[in-house]
């Protein structure tokens, strides 16, 4: 950022904030703060990203105040000429970004965009043989008596997915999450042995359970997947294969996963969320194969209200910036940042689930360390380093204990983090992992969540991290008087 354009940038965050706490003072009391928390700590946590400016500040406009339910040029809602604009051209640079034939960028979340896709591909798997058995051309001409053959075939689909503990996802037939309950579920885990995915072993499952929809895609999984063999399995069980590449959607987008690594030629559908390797504003997005498009257009009124407008321009601003050469040197730098951090952990001994990483994210086994993953989780936040505990394969912590925890490289790597620091981070991890002893409880018995880390480790520690940050600062130039 140039002198002019950061004192322009400081200025008019400073007069927002007083705008707002002309109204509501802890409001931007605790804006502010974020932002001192954000600069001053470790963010590991995988799904988290810092987004530019420019798209934080296009979150912020009047775009927010405008209905647009409907797709573009056919919305329940007059005034949408700008709305049109901002959709059209978000839709636009998905599809060039991601070489996809259509882009369905109304979705609030990762979570909604896979809603979208379930129904979506039920409708389109469902109605198209039902209309054409009943001689029907739109489904408004379907009566309430096929609806209700609709409806039953509808609840005897059958959805394959990752299991929760192996990576996968709660929207990937988790039970507690709808996913598990409007599908008959099954699950794929990872080889016992080596934390691998094993191909043949989802295809086995794919044989005996025939489901309707093949999920690929993870949230803790540390190893690239191929989907060209994803899609053989699903086709020859005759699923339809929807890959959520919320995670990793930055390495798609900046070309570190291509060829068979790449979803968007091989899935029928793929899902996204737009805020964590992709670095956008919060949201989802869905691309589709002209087949799915128009179903997955049906997203409003199907499952989704009013789109986000202001998100939806914010999305636009992302995708622009992710065509830009400076976003491949980016995703290639978190994919590299991430083998250094795996490397790191190694040379001290550390144990790491599949051994390694070559995606963006590490998770780390801390037993051996005798800490549970919220024990861990809690030591580490204590001296600046932000993590999130998770569930390794097969763990016997549960899914609130754990005994993992999950570290990425997308955050660090926009501040400008590089090899040399994230062999740091690793030093650092590990030492206060080999200085924190699990507590105990109040009966003195063994307890999962209590611990004590040794006395001026977080100092220490906290100290050699502040170093780094103030090497690489976060949105620099952004001075908040
Ligand atoms: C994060 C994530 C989601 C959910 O995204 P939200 O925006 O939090 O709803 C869905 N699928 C996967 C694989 C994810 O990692």
Redesign the pocket.
Known sequence: MSDDLSRLTSSAYSQALEVIAAVEPRIAEATRAELADQRGSLKLIA?ENYASLAVLLTMGTWFSDKYAEGTVGHRFYAGCQNVDTVESLAAEHARELFGAEYAYVQP???????LVAFWSILAHRVESPALEKLGAKNVNDLSGADWESLRAELGNQRLLGMSLDAG?????GFRPNISGKMFHQQQYGTDPVTGLLDYDVVAAKAREFKPLILVA????YPRRVNFATMREIADEVGATLLV????FSGLVAGKVFTGDEDPVPHAHVV???T??SLRGP???IVLATEEYAPSVDRGCPMVLGGPLSHVMAAKAVAFAEARQPAFQTYAQQVADNAQSLAEGFKRRGATLVTDGTDNHLVLLDVSGYGLTGRQAESALLDAGIVTNRNSVPGDTNGAWYTSGVRLGTPALTTRGFGHDEFETVAELIVTVLQNTEAGTTKAGGPSKASYVLGEGVADKVKDASAEMLEKHPLYPGLDLA
């Open positions: 799904s609030h979340s990762g979570i909604d965009a896979n996968g996802h709660l929207t990937h895609g993870y949230s803790a959520d590449m919320a995670h899902t996204s969320t805020h964590k919060r949201g989802g």
